[in-house]
């Protein structure tokens, strides 16, 4: 298993692209299903869980093949199935996000239960609730679900919390679906804003993403599009807290900070300089940072709970003290044991996490135990004096294309070993 080898102690200086988005590309790949022609997918990020969609889709009877970098070409003219082996449901977590499309392609689906994952249970009630709403019957017996839709029938749905997935999943079921549909209490993520952009380049109607409510006009025939993704606003966060950890000067180009708002405004208040327009983000972090107000993870355009474990990381040496709330996930701390490996001094208490500066931070042998939580190791080891090892980073290549590269056009001292 590759591990990350990082030197610490070295201000950054430098310029990073940021790539595609990871919670963008993985429901546009599911919403692919919605045409029969190509779709060309430009700034589609070589990602651990890009491969496996790519894999449910070939597994459907699907062709996507790459084409340069970071060009996809997805046709899904030959879909021949309808069913997502467990297997490949067990490899991403996120792989329920393909129900809406399938039912809305083929009339019926059949998956399995997607498994929990680091960060606690992932419940999807809120998904299978809107597709009965539409006039799905799903059996979910035994860990399968099966599900039937030979007529999806637009209605109003109502949220009970606005849950990214659901949101997601329900613009495609509905896209499907004879007649208006109107999702009430929608997750307003810009994630699902550049689904209802990729939807509406394939022809169809869609509006209100960004907002609590957000309609579809079903049953129209779907054309092929040529699509860029939109950059990766958890990635430009986790570069943005690298350079505010390790002092420095950096550039991230393609990022777009009013995605990220809620991040910057927090950098700002512990003592970052940031400056962004339509290129990218500069940040530059000069002396020692303060402590933050307390910082509590919503929904957007809340404070991102993917950006808690990352900010956390960048505080560790910190002047003062900084609470975290962390509200969307039950088990989001688990980076907390990694890092005081370190010497960070955070106490956890249920939701609650107290982060109190130390002087200094020393590098230690640690481990991902999550996606964020792994990238988080690395921000705070480049504030490190000394070495620090990071295993079992095949968590962070889920969602990150090439962190060690990233870090290293940043001034890093950083090898993939
Ligand atoms: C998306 O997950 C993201 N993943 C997550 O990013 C992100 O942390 C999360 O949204 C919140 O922003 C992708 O987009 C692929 P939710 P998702 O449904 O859709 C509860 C990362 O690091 N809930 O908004 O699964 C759920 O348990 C990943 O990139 C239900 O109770 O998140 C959670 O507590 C991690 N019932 C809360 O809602 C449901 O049916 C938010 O979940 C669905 C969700």
Redesign the pocket.
């Known amino acids: 298993m590759s591990q990350l080898r990082i030197r610490g102690g070295s201000r950054l200086q430098g310029e990073a692209d940021i790539q595609g988005a990871?919670?963008?590309i993985?429901?546009i790949l599911a919403a692919t299903l919605l045409t029969a022609d190509q779709v060309e997918l430009r700034g589609c990020p070589r990602l651990r869980?890009v491969d496996a969609s790519i894999h449910i889709l070939r597994d459907l009877g699907c062709r996507a093949r790459w084409e340069g970098e970071n060009t996809l070409l997805v046709d899904t003219r030959a879909l021949d199935g309808c069913a997502v082996s467990e297997r490949l449901m067990r490899e991403m977590?996120?792989s329920?996000?393909f129900l809406g499309a399938i039912l809305a392609r083929c009339g019926q689906a059949e998956l399995s239960y997607p498994g929990g994952?680091e960060?606690?249970?992932?419940?999807?009630?809120?998904?299978?609730?809107g597709l009965r709403d539409l006039g799905a019957e799903i059996d979910d017996a035994g860990g399968v679900l099966h599900c039937k839709a030979p007529r999806l029938k637009g209605r109003e749905i109502v949220l009970s919390?606005?849950?990214?997935?659901?949101?997601?999943n329900l613009m495609l079921a509905a896209c499907g679906a004879s007649g208006v549909t109107t999702i009430t209490g929608a997750?307003q993520?810009p994630?699902i804003v550049d689904l209802q952009n990729f939807l509406s380049a394939c022809g169809a109607r869609v509006s209100g993403a960004g907002s609590s409510t957000v309609s579809v006009e079903g049953g129209r025939p779907l054309h092929g599009c040529t699509y860029t993704v939109m950059p990766d606003r958890?990635a430009a966060a986790t570069y943005l807290c690298a350079a505010a950890s390790a002092g420095g000067e950096i550039f991230l180009r393609g990022a777009r900070e009013e995605h990220l708002s809620t991040v910057t405004a927090v950098l700002r208040e512990a003592g970052c300089s940031i400056l962004s327009d339509a290129a990218g983000i500069a940040c530059a972090s000069r002396d020692r940072l303060s402590a933050v107000r307390p910082v509590r993870t919503a929904?957007?355009p809340g404070f991102?709970?993917?950006a808690q474990a990352i900010l956390m990381a960048a505080l560790l040496k910190s002047r003062g003290a900084t609470v975290f709330e962390e509200n969307?996930?039950?088990s989001r701390y688990r980076h907390v044991d990694e890092l005081s490996r370190m010497g960070a001094d955070i106490r956890v208490s249920g939701r609650a996490a107290v982060v109190t500066g130390t002087e200094r931070l020393h590098g230690a042998p640690v481990r991902c135990t999550?996606?964020?939580g792994g990238a988080a190791l690395c921000v705070a080891a480049l504030a490190a004096e000394g070495e620090t090892t990071v295993r079992e980073i095949g968590h962070i290549d889920?969602?990150y294309e090439d962190i060690a590269r990233d870090l290293r056009r940043l001034g890093a001292d950083i090898v993939r070993l």
Not at 119 to 129: A, F, N, T
Not at 161 to 168: F, H, I, N, R, Y
């Open positions: 990871k919670n963008s993985l429901p869980d977590r996120s329920a996000i994952c960060l606690g249970p992932r419940p999807i009630d809120l998904h299978l609730s919390l606005p849950s990214v997935g659901a949101t997601e997750a993520e994630e958890i929904p957007y991102p709970t993917d969307m996930f039950s999550d996606l964020r889920r969602g």
